[in-house]
Nanobody, 125 residues
Framework: QVQLVESGGGLVQAGGSLTLSCGAS????????MGWFRQAPGKEREFVAA????????YYADSASGRCTISRDNAKNTVTLQMNSLKPDDTAVYYC??????????????????WGQGAQVTVSS
C-alpha cells in the first residue's frame, strides 16, 4: 500500500519560511517524479514544484520560482519543499504527489498516481 505523508505545515508570519517534508512508502521511490501542489479554499489545486528521480530536473510554478526549493533523498524516500518569503496568498493545503509516467507534464495533477493527505500552511499578514 502506497503512502505519502506530509509534515511541517503550520502558521507562519508573512516574510517567514517553512519547510514541508513528505515521506513515501510502499513504492520504489526513485522511479517516481515527485511533486508539490496546493489548494486554497474555493480554488483549484495548483502546481507548485516537481523534481525528477535524479534531482537534476527541478520545475517550479512562476509563483514559487525564486522563493521555493524542492529536493529529494532517494535513500530516505523523502521529498522536501523549502519555502521562503511567504505571503498570505501562499495559504493553502499543500499536497505531495508521486507520478511515474507523466503524459501531459509535471504540472498536471491528473498525471500523478499517488497523493498525500495534505498539510495546512497558513501565512498571516
Amino acid at each position: 500500500q502506497v503512502q505519502l505523508v506530509e509534515s511541517g505545515g503550520g502558521l507562519v508570519q508573512a516574510g517567514g519560511s517553512l519547510t514541508l517534508s513528505c515521506g513515501a512508502s510502499g513504492l520504489t521511490f526513485s522511479n517516481y517524479i515527485m511533486g508539490w501542489f496546493r489548494q486554497a479554499p474555493g480554488k483549484e489545486r495548483e502546481f507548485v514544484a516537481a523534481i525528477d528521480w535524479s534531482s537534476i530536473g527541478k520545475y517550479y510554478a512562476d509563483s514559487a520560482s525564486g522563493r521555493c526549493t524542492i529536493s529529494r533523498d532517494n535513500a530516505k524516500n523523502t521529498v522536501t519543499l523549502q519555502m521562503n518569503s511567504l505571503k498570505p496568498d501562499d495559504t493553502a493545503v499543500y499536497y505531495c504527489a508521486a507520478g511515474q509516467r507523466l503524459r501531459v507534464g509535471v504540472s498536471a495533477a491528473g498525471d500523478y498516481d499517488y497523493w498525500g493527505q495534505g498539510a495546512q500552511v497558513t501565512v498571516s499578514s
